[in-house]
Structure formats: structure tokens, C-alpha cells
Nanobody
Framework: QLQLVESGGGLVQPGGSLRLSCAASGVTLTNYAIGWFRQAPGKEREGVLCINISGGSTPYLDSVKGRFTISRDNAKKMVYLQMNILNPEDTAVYYC???????????????????WGKGTLVTVSS
């Protein structure tokens, strides 16, 4: 089955950039849409961006438009989240996720995602 591992989190100053990586293993990544989600302290988990199997992206959040981009490298089984112009409100644990195999090409949702990584912490602070 699909396994996902996030990396790249850390401490960054407001206005800075960070790139998160999501490494997939277990099955081919080609047939899966992958979503990035985040959960801030005391808040519910929310979707950030999704990338479909063709490489097109769909934002879950208006606040990341123009700042965050998502990309994938199927050969390397990697999905990336490039985050620019970060602000303290972006502080959260970031997760990548995918839907169940029978709907793998659909962008995952918080409630419906079957596969989750363990997350990577992003802290935006001066």
C-alpha cells in the first residue's frame, strides 16, 4: 500500500520560503492525486493544495494562492510544496495525503483521505 513521508519542515522567518517534500513508497505514485494539508495548534486540519495525476493543481485555501505551489516528480516518487512569503499564520504541522486506491485520481479530503504521512512541522517566527 501507499506510504507517505514528509520532510523539509523547520523554523523560518516571516517573509521567508521553505520547500516541503513528500516521499511515496509502496506503490507507483503515477495514479494518485496528492494533497497537502496542515494543522495549526488548536485548530482543525485543513487542505492546502492538491496536485492531480496530470500535474494540475487545485488550491483548498484562498490564502495560499500566489504564495504556495505544488509539483510532482513521478519518477522520483516525490511531491513538493514550495511555500513563499510565509507568515506566522502558516505555522502548522504539514501532511501529505492520498485517497483510497479505487478513487486514487481524486484529490483527497480531510475526512476521506486513506493514506497520511506523519507530518512535518513548519514554524514561522522571528
Amino acid at each position: 500500500q501507499l506510504q507517505l513521508v514528509e520532510s523539509g519542515g523547520g523554523l523560518v522567518q516571516p517573509g521567508g520560503s521553505l520547500r516541503l517534500s513528500c516521499a511515496a513508497s509502496g506503490v507507483t505514485l503515477t495514479n494518485y492525486a496528492i494533497g497537502w494539508f496542515r494543522q495549526a495548534p488548536g485548530k482543525e486540519r485543513e487542505g492546502v493544495l492538491c496536485i492531480n495525476i496530470s500535474g494540475g493543481s487545485t488550491p483548498y485555501l484562498d490564502s495560499v494562492k500566489g504564495r504556495f505551489t505544488i509539483s510532482r516528480d513521478n519518477a522520483k516518487k516525490m511531491v513538493y510544496l514550495q511555500m513563499n512569503i510565509l507568515n506566522p499564520e502558516d505555522t502548522a504541522v504539514y501532511y501529505c495525503a492520498a485517497s483510497a486506491p479505487y478513487i486514487s485520481t481524486s484529490c483527497p479530503t480531510v475526512r476521506g483521505a486513506r493514506y497520511w504521512g506523519k507530518g512535518t512541522l513548519v514554524t514561522v517566527s522571528s
